[in-house]
T-cell receptor, first 112, second 113 residues
Framework: KQEVTQIPAALSVPEGENLVLNCSFT??????LQWFRQDPGKGLTSLLL?????REQTSGRLNASLDKSSGRSTLYIAASQPGDSATYLC???????????FGKGTTLSVSS | EAQVTQNPRYLITVTGKKLTVTCSQN?????MSWYRQDPGLGLRQIYY???????DKGDVPEGYKVSRKEKRNFPLILESPSPNQTSLYFC????????????FGQGTRLTVV
């Protein structure tokens, strides 16, 4: 059964730092991996979607990489800002292609 | 604006009183799904629908019902809510399956007393 783990569970950094969030999954036979952002009282916002055939995706200050063979993905955030403070969730598609399996998230706090 | 809309956003109800949480998307997506989010357990899928009139159970379907009579709507029905269904609920949609970008609603915080 696919399991997704995110480390660390929480992270506090000063504004301007570059940071890396980690995601690992137990079954390398995935269709895709998605990174989401969750703000308190709001829904999940899709940040990046990496198909299984891709190695990375970039959007603005965000870069996500995927290494299927090792069961790992990283989300790199450049020049962090207080507005980046949120919980970041990693999710992989289950083998049936019918559900996203989520990690428990990394809660990021960026101080000014 | 492309969006998934859930109603209500907040709901407090009593045990056993039937309720429905509505979900509507305006992107002509075929795939829709319901998740619940609980502290320490993360997000877990309740039900999903691949298309109109096609629904199936997710990981935690007990105590819930769904219907998909039109492409845009996917209501979640709790026939007899219990306190263990107190949770934050999210509706999601994607174009064909979860192999395309997923869009989530803003969530419904349900408390059953």
């Amino acid at each position: 059964k696919q399991e997704v783990t995110q480390i660390p569970a929480a992270l506090s950094v000063p504004e301007g730092e570059n940071l890396v969030l980690n995601c690992s999954f137990t079954d390398s036979a995935i269709y895709n991996l998605q990174w989401f952002r969750q703000d308190p009282g709001k829904g999940l916002t899709s940040l990046l979607l990496i198909q299984s055939s891709q190695r990375e995706q970039t959007s603005g200050r965000l870069n996500a990489s995927l290494d299927k063979s090792s069961g790992r993905s990283t989300l790199y955030i450049a020049a962090s800002q207080p507005g980046d403070s949120a919980t970041y969730l990693c999710a992989v598609l289950n083998q049936a292609g019918t559900a996203l399996i989520f990690g428990k998230g990394t809660t990021l706090s960026v101080s000014s | 604006e492309a969006q998934v809309t859930q109603n209500p956003r907040y709901l407090i109800t009593v045990t056993g009183k039937k309720l429905t949480v509505t979900c509507s998307q305006n992107m002509n997506h075929e795939y829709m799904s319901w998740y619940r989010q609980d502290p320490g357990l993360g997000l877990r899928q309740i039900y999903y629908s691949m298309n109109v009139e096609v629904t199936d159970k997710g990981d935690v379907p007990e105590g819930y019902k769904v219907s998909r009579k039109e492409k845009r709507n996917f209501p979640l029905i709790l026939e007899s809510p219990s306190p263990n269904q107190t949770s934050l609920y999210f509706c999601a949609s994607s174009l064909y399956s979860m192999n395309t970008e997923a869009f989530f609603g803003q969530g419904t915080r349900l408390t059953v007393v």
